[in-house]
């Protein structure tokens, strides 16, 4: 959490921005501004109890900010980064209020750090590639019981494809001794007829 965040000229404040139960910082920090070559761009930290002062000195300022050791130290000089673009686009008397936005946006707001929206991001994208490789293996198994079931129904089409030439050279029989036995009755109606008649 940063706590105190300050833009200074050399070791004059210019606008600070912090908690009242942090103002002790405040003295803390003027004697970190008092140390600092403002003509000398560079990026320090300061430890302090649990607490890091993290400074950007650029161009005859000073950007300060102090935030708890478990922050670490890539949120406090992203957050410094941003102050500094910021501070540079504005005009420094009206920047108290977005100093005070600006510390606030970064303390609530995880999306502030890029690492941690890029680890965000990265988790989206794992979910929606874990959604997919589910929805691959469903349709997978699905198309497993399509093909047996296309299996199933292609063996069921050569059995009865066995069943009906089966059946048709039985029926072809049956109709070919009906028509001998036919045959043959009329063969002997007739004969019976011209032996009758002679």
């Not at 000073?62 to 992203?78: K, N, S």
């Not at 420094?92 to 707001?109: G, I, Y």
């Amino acid at each position: 959490m940063i706590v105190l965040a300050l833009v200074a000229q050399g070791p004059r404040v210019v606008v600070a921005s912090h908690d009242a139960e942090h103002a002790r910082f405040l003295s803390a920090a003027q004697t970190i501004l008092h140390k600092i070559d403002v003509d000398k761009a560079e990026r320090l930290s300061y430890a302090f109890e649990s607490w890091l002062f993290h400074y950007v000195a650029h161009d005859g300022y000073v950007y300060l900010a102090v935030a708890d050791a478990e922050l670490g130290r890539r949120i406090p000089f992203a957050f410094l980064t941003q102050l500094e673009k910021e501070y540079t686009a504005a005009s420094s008397s009206d920047f108290q209020a977005r100093l005070d936005a600006l510390r606030a946006q970064f303390n609530e707001a995880p999306e502030s750090d890029p690492i941690r929206r890029a680890q965000a991001e990265l988790g989206s994208v794992k979910d929606v590639l874990t959604q997919n490789v589910e929805q691959i293996l469903s349709r997978g198994e699905q198309i497993e019981l399509l093909m047996d079931r296309t299996d199933s129904a292609a063996h069921q089409s050569l059995a009865f494809r066995r069943r009906a030439v089966g059946l048709r050279r039985q029926m072809w029989w049956r109709n070919t001794r009906i028509l001998a036995i036919a045959g043959f009755c009329v063969v002997l109606l007739l004969y019976f007829i011209f032996h009758s008649l002679l």
